[in-house]
């Protein structure tokens, strides 16, 4: 198996510094976005904490099949499942214990979304509205579920186009990383075919650019960090309301 790829972050256009983290462990086949929040620096401080615990446990684990973990297995999931689920919580407790402890970081938090491969699965862990799709046989499809007031919105009830628009609240979260105590990842699997590519962002990208138009980018820009490039042109051309940062995986069999 063999992942190329490629991945970039861009402060945006409206603010003054840049919140989003992320990190690409090609040796681990592991790859992360955060995006931040808590104003001042913190935001970027519970993103950066969460791409680097989530990244070294990784290491650790892969050193060490037979460390001890800090939280335990759910047995309804298998190995990956767990692993990928146990980093995310390891890294919401660093963060909780580092705003816990420092009043200056009092509220901060962040999304993840990461992917791990394995040979024959794509294991895809998240919480928060940052996004994972993948872009198949010209077809973009989401895999992650927004963890936001809209989608829950959207979810009990129908919002029209122009409800969804207006809505009032868009940027309101129902799940991140270091609001609590503990959090309850959601990890999703997908075979992946030779030649998928999979989207990691922030909401930097996906609140300024539509799925049609990230596919019309795919679709027509093979090479990733040129993509990865106009993906991100894209999205500050749109207005750049928030930091945007965009990681393309794409995976190949060997």
Same mark, same amino acid.
């Given at each position: 198996?063999?992942?190329?790829?490629a991945?970039?972050t861009?402060?945006?256009?409206k603010?003054?510094?840049?919140?989003d983290?992320?990190?690409m462990l090609?040796e681990?086949?592991l790859?992360?976005?955060?995006?931040?929040?808590?104003?001042?620096s913190?935001?970027?401080?519970?993103?950066?904490?969460?791409? #680097?615990?989530?990244?070294?446990?990784?290491?650790m684990?892969?050193k060490?099949?037979?460390?001890?973990?800090?939280?335990k297995?759910?047995?309804?999931?298998?190995?990956?499942?767990n692993?990928?689920?146990?980093?995310i919580?390891?890294?919401?407790?660093?963060?909780?214990?580092?705003?816990?402890?420092e009043?200056?970081?009092k509220?901060?938090?962040?999304?993840i979304v990461s992917?791990h491969?394995?040979?024959?699965?794509?294991y895809?862990g998240?919480?928060?509205?940052?996004?994972?799709?993948?872009?198949?046989?010209?077809?973009?499809?989401?895999?992650t579920?927004?963890h936001?007031?809209?989608n829950d919105?959207?979810?009990a009830?129908k919002?029209?186009?122009?409800?969804v628009?207006?809505f009032?609240?868009?940027?309101?979260?129902?799940?991140?990383?270091?609001?609590?105590?503990s959090?309850q990842?959601?990890?999703a699997?997908?075979?992946?075919?030779?030649? #998928?590519?999979?989207?990691l962002c922030?909401d930097?990208?996906?609140?300024?650019v539509? #799925?049609?138009?990230?596919?019309?980018?795919?679709?027509?820009t093979p090479?990733? #960090?040129k993509?990865?490039?106009?993906?991100?042109?894209m999205?500050?051309?749109?207005?750049?309301n928030d930091n945007?940062?965009?990681i393309?995986?794409r995976?190949?069999a060997?």
């Open positions: 198996m063999r992942i190329e790829v991945g970039s861009h402060v945006g256009m603010r003054n510094h840049n919140e983290n992320f990190l090609p681990e086949h790859f992360i976005v955060a995006d931040g929040m808590g104003g001042h913190s935001g970027e401080i519970a993103s950066r904490i969460a791409v #680097d615990e989530l990244g070294e446990f990784y290491k684990t892969s060490d099949q037979d460390s001890t973990w800090p939280f297995m759910d047995k309804q999931r298998n190995y990956d499942e692993r990928l689920a146990t980093g919580k390891l890294a919401n407790a660093r963060i909780f214990e580092r705003a816990s402890s009043s200056k970081y509220g901060m938090g962040t999304t992917v491969f394995t040979s024959d699965v794509a895809v998240h919480v928060g509205d940052s996004r994972v799709y993948f872009f198949r046989a010209g077809a973009l499809k989401q895999i579920e927004d936001s007031l809209l919105y959207l979810k009830k919002l029209s186009p122009e409800e628009e207006n009032p609240h868009k940027n309101v979260i129902v799940r991140a990383l270091g609001m609590k105590e959090v990842v959601d990890v699997k997908v075979e992946p075919q030779v030649g #998928d590519i999979f989207l922030s930097g990208l996906s609140g300024m539509t #799925d049609a138009q990230m596919q019309e980018i795919l679709a027509r090479e990733l #960090d993509a990865c490039s106009q993906l991100i042109d999205a500050n051309a749109a207005g750049g945007v940062t965009c393309l995986a995976y190949h060997n």
